[in-house]
Nanobody, 115 residues
């Protein structure tokens, strides 16, 4: 059974940083393109960053230059380093395969950025 567990969210002031982690179990982690998604209140879930097994990354324009995705296959974990956070980054953040989410969503981790 596939399980995705996100952690690392919290409340931070604008301009601050957070590092999110996603631990995956029950999948062959290193063959998947993994991504971080977010869903703000009243908005659709969107893909903000993805990374393939070779380490190539893609970012949404809204986070490019501020967020960095990385992965550690030996630990079945993908990370999202978020710097220069803005109030509009406030959302619940999730990980899953990308660009299409194949697995059930985890509980996500809440990120709140105050102005």
């Amino acid at each position: 059974q596939v399980q995705l567990v996100e952690s690392g969210g919290g409340l931070v002031q604008a301009g601050g940083s957070l590092r999110l982690s996603c631990a995956a179990s029950g999948i062959i982690f290193d063959i998947n393109v993994m991504g971080w998604y977010r869903q703000a209140p009243g908005k659709r879930r969107e893909l903000v960053a993805s990374i393939n097994n070779g380490g190539s990354t893609n970012y949404a324009d809204s986070v490019k230059g501020r967020f960095t995705i990385s992965r550690e296959n030996a630990k079945n974990t993908v990370y999202l380093q978020m710097d220069s956070l803005k109030p509009e980054d406030t959302a619940v953040y999730y990980c899953n395969t990308a660009p299409r989410s194949y697995f059930s969503w985890g509980q996500g981790t809440q990120v709140t950025v105050s102005s």
